[in-house]
């Protein structure tokens, strides 16, 4: 690719004008990751991404994602593949599907469980304590009405 793309500016330098600047890169080189969390089309910016390197180039995964379960869908000669991996092993660094290839998808399941964190929690509680304030409040106020 290099080797065309100085070609081209020499051509260009030479035919058309000075200081002639070309970029070239393939067409349909980009990759997709779909699922919990992301959804994503992402140009490959060189041949070989791992799929560690194309979850990061994604954003990661969610909190919610199932890392036992990652779906790699990949159109081949015969047909469709769709290999299952579990990311918290080693065994997809030895696979053949370790480096993504053009046009394939990731697909992320959701885990199933949707924790509630500490955030959620403060948030509950501050509306309940929130909610039995105003409720305490209107209770004095209507109490104090009908005993005058």
């Not at 980009?30 to 990061?56: C, N, W």
């Amino acid at each position: 690719m290099r080797e065309v793309k100085f070609e081209l500016e020499e051509i260009f330098n030479k035919n058309i004008a000075k200081y002639i600047s070309v970029d070239i890169a393939l067409a349909n080189r980009s990759f997709s990751i779909i699922g919990e969390g992301v959804s994503k089309r992402i140009a490959m910016p060189h041949d070989k991404i791992t799929i560690f390197q194309a979850l990061a180039m994604a954003g990661d995964l969610s909190e919610f994602a199932d890392r036992s379960v990652v779906k790699l869908v990949r159109l081949t000669e015969r047909g469709t593949i769709v290999k299952k991996f579990d990311l918290r092993t080693e065994k997809i660094i030895d696979s053949e599907y370790y480096y993504i290839h053009p046009n394939d998808v990731l697909y992320i399941q959701p885990s199933g469980i949707k924790n509630v964190g500490i955030k959620h929690v403060s948030t509950m509680l501050s509306m309940a304590i929130s909610t039995a304030s105003i409720g305490i409040i209107l209770y004095k106020l209507f109490n104090v009405e009908k005993s005058k």
